[in-house]
Structure formats: C-alpha cells, structure tokens
C-alpha cells in the first residue's frame, strides 16, 4: 500500500462505484488517504467483498449507498441522506453512466430520457446539492467522466454522444462560475477501457479500434483513476475548466 496520503482526512463521493472504473476510483482514493462515499445502482456480495479487502489495507471508511439514478426523486432523496450523514464532502466524482448503440431513427424518445437521466440531469441533482457543502468551505473538487464518443461521435451514439458532450460544457461553465469558491471542476474523457462495459463491443470494433490506438492496448481502469487522482489533488491545483482525454493518442 502506498504511504503517499495526499487525500489524508478527505472525504469522496464516487458514483457508479461498482463498475470497473468506479471500483478502480475507490482503490485509488482509498489508497491515499480519502474516505469513500460509494454510491451504487444495486448493492452485491462481490463488491462487498472488494470493499472490505480495500478498507483492511488502507484503514479508511468506506460507506456503501444504493439507489437508482434513472430516478430523479430517489436520487435528490439520497445524496440528501448521505449530506447528513456525512460531514464535509471535500470531492465529487460522477462517474456512474449508461451506454447505449442504436441509429437515431431507431432511438425511441424514452430512451434518449433515460440515457440523459443517468448521464445527465442525475450529475446536476447530485452536483448542486454537494455544491452548498463546497461553496460554504470555499474548497472542492469535481470530476465528471465523460467520454471520447463526444468526440468521437460515432454511428448510433446519437443519445449517449450527446449526453456526454452536454456534461464537458456543464463542466466548462461551472468551472467558471466556481472558480471564486475555490472549487475545481474538471472532466475526463476514456477512450475503450476493459470494463463490462466494453463487453458490449464486438471483437471485430475492438480490434479495429486498438490499430488506431498509438500505445496499442486500450485503458485499464486504473489508467482512468490514476487521472482522476490527479485532478483531484493539489498536484492539479491549478487546473480547472480542462478535460483530459485518456485514449492512448487515438
């Protein structure tokens, strides 16, 4: 375990903590110093499991939330629940996230509602309410991970493109209007990384994709909390408004 606690006596919420990057962000944060509020869809014994593994070595608190960012009213109901049980949030990382591939033709209006949900208007209900804890300690740090597929922009990445461009501009103005707070806001973007995510990938797209990638290998997801750990730290602390592609040079 790395004696580098750089987050020592902060405090991170981390959505979607149960997927492949999220889990690689508890780690991470964990490892140097922060205890975790670890916001997740549907609790599991798996994740249980890697959660205790990862308090044992670093000694941190670690405390487990669940509920539906598809659902606007559980989600403002949470993180007000997690606000008065936890004192000062120091980070914000939403990282939580839908995929979704289909021709526009073919994407029903449900579903652009539902991919923007989650990978939207969910980070701005979450994002103010954890807002009036940094505002008032005139500090904090916040990371949304968006994606390169807006950039990108793909065939039938109409909804989900488009959710993750609109969360980089969210990023870009808050930014902006936080600056005089002392908060930070930035976004990375990861290009194809081994989560279960990416099993929905055929292996023909993939191996397509990693021709194009210069380093040759697509993103682990420790290669994306590495980057958030940085944003997060005072080792970025001039560095706000920015989104930091992790692609491999793609």
Do not use: W
Request: net charge positive; glycine share 6%.
């Amino acid at each position: 375990m790395t004696t580098d606690l750089q987050l020592k006596n902060k405090k991170t919420i981390i959505t979607g903590a149960n997927g492949g990057i999220g889990q690689a962000l508890v780690k991470k944060f964990s490892e140097h110093g922060s205890d975790i509020v670890a916001c997740v869809r549907k609790k599991n014994e798996d994740f249980n499991k890697k959660v205790d593994e990862i308090k044992n070595k670093s000694k941190n608190n670690i405390s487990i939330y669940e509920f539906d960012l598809s659902n606007s009213i559980e989600t403002e109901k949470e993180i007000e629940k997690i606000l008065k049980e936890q004192e000062n949030i120091d980070i914000l990382i939403n990282n939580a996230g839908m995929n979704q591939v289909s021709l526009f033709q073919m994407t029903t209006m449900k579903k652009f509602r539902e991919i923007f949900e989650i990978n939207y208007f969910s980070n701005l209900i979450i994002t103010q309410k954890v807002l009036k804890v940094m505002m008032k300690k005139k500090k904090g740090s916040i990371i949304n991970i968006s994606s390169n597929a807006a950039f990108e922009r793909d065939i039938g990445r109409s909804a989900y493109a488009s959710s993750k461009l609109s969360l980089i501009a969210l990023t870009q103005v808050l930014s902006k209007e936080l600056a005089k707070f002392n908060i930070r806001v930035n976004s990375i973007s990861p290009g194809l990384t081994k989560t279960k995510m990416m099993e929905d990938v055929s292996d023909k797209v993939k191996e397509e994709v990693i021709k194009k990638i210069p380093l040759g290998r697509v993103a682990e997801p420790k290669d994306i909390a590495n980057a958030a750990f940085f944003l997060a730290s005072d080792n970025s602390s001039y560095i706000t408004g920015e989104n930091l592609n992790i692609t491999g040079g793609y």
